[in-house]
C-alpha cells in the first residue's frame, strides 16, 4: 500500500484509489484531525458501496 500526500485543504477528506492500492490524506494538522477525516471517508464509503 502505498500513502501520498493530497493537495487539499485540511477539511478535505483522504481520497483512495483500490486498483493501485494507495491512499492519499490531506495534510491534516493532528491526529486528531485525521482520524476524524479517515473515520468520515470509512462510513461513508461504506454506506456507499452497501447501497449501489
Known amino acids: 500500500m502505498q500513502i501520498s500526500r493530497r493537495n487539499a485543504g485540511e477539511d ?3 481520497a483512495s484509489h483500490t486498483c493501485f492500492f494507495s491512499i492519499e490524506l490531506p495534510p491534516y494538522q ?4 485525521m482520524r476524524k477525516g479517515l473515520l468520515t ?3 461513508y464509503g461504506a ?3 452497501l447501497n449501489t
Open 12 to 14: 478535505s477528506l483522504p
Open 30 to 33: 493532528s491526529e486528531a484531525a
Open 41 to 43: 471517508a470509512i462510513t
Open 47 to 49: 454506506v456507499g458501496i
